[in-house]
């Protein structure tokens, strides 16, 4: 399997917050989530990895070329859908519209007409006047008309219902099924990437912490729940993270094994992302 991007000792100071020396990658045809809370590092290594903002240092190889080299290659193959939307708000779709389409080579006005439907958005209305939904989904009509191979998507779902977040799953399910995609997705809502991503990235503090398998990460990781009197000073060193309450206790392992040799009245439960990402995050403070 190829990678279709990769990133490799990325630094970049940003005011008081800094990405430091964050390399992974994206293999061809999977659904990649990055994940971590806010203030992370997510959108700054996103815009960064975009060049909308500069890097301090490090390589970004895309389709195996250097984008310092092959720019309009990389935009031309990728979609972008920022949070922010980077609209002019006094135009209408149709004029914003006329300002992107001429940018890229294989713009498809057909295809883009196609999702302006599929989205119910009329190109006459104003940018300032749609929802946050709607121009998720204006943003989504405009980077998927241009034949792009590689689909990034910051925070794409940050406040929208869960009927919009559930169409938006669906859309990148078919993007994906045309053969030779990708999608960057970063969000703090983990429960989108439950059903449809294949790798997870976590950054914290600007900083990777785990480059994973959904599958593996799910399949190896546990929440463990039980009495507190069953905590030791050896036990409590196979948890990523433990939380105590006069009740008892919860915690994420990867040592399952291990905490049955320990302990042998506890509940085991498979964890959600979140669970997992929190564990990481908590348990590293």
Request: net charge negative.
């Amino acid at each position: 399997m190829n990678n279709i991007l990769e990133v490799t000792g990325l630094n970049k100071s940003y005011g008081s917050f800094s990405l430091s020396d964050v390399s992974f990658y994206l293999p061809e045809g999977c659904i990649t989530g990055f994940i971590g809370v806010n203030g992370a590092g997510k959108t700054t290594a996103i815009r960064t990895i975009l060049g909308l903002s500069r890097r301090d240092s490090g390589t970004i190889k895309a389709f195996g070329k250097n984008i310092a080299k092959n720019e309009r290659e990389f935009k031309n193959r990728i979609g972008i859908v920022l949070d922010d939307g980077c609209f002019y708000e006094e135009l209408t779709m149709a004029e914003m519209k006329s300002i992107i389409a001429p940018a890229y080579t294989n713009w498809n006005e057909n295809d883009y007409r196609q999702y302006m439907e599929r989205f119910s958005l009329n190109p006459r209305q104003q940018i300032s006047t749609l929802s946050k939904g709607m121009r998720m989904k204006f943003a989504l009509a405009l980077a998927l008309s241009h034949q792009a191979d590689l689909l990034i998507m910051d925070e794409p779902t940050s406040g929208l219902d869960p009927l919009i977040r559930s169409q938006l799953m669906d859309i990148l399910t078919n993007f994906m099924q045309q053969g030779g995609k990708s999608v960057f997705f970063s969000t703090h809502i983990t429960s989108d990437l439950d059903k449809i991503a294949d790798m997870l990235i976590l950054i914290n503090d600007g900083k990777i912490l785990f480059e994973e398998d959904k599958d593996t990460l799910m399949d190896t990781h546990r929440l463990v729940k039980g009495d507190k009197k069953d905590l030791t000073i050896e036990s409590r060193k196979l948890f990523l993270d433990i939380q105590e309450t006069a009740f008892g206790f919860t915690g994420i392992t990867n040592k399952l094994s291990e905490v049955q040799n320990y302990m042998s009245s506890i509940l085991v439960e498979r964890p959600t992302i979140e669970d997992i990402m929190l564990g990481y995050i908590e348990g590293g403070k």
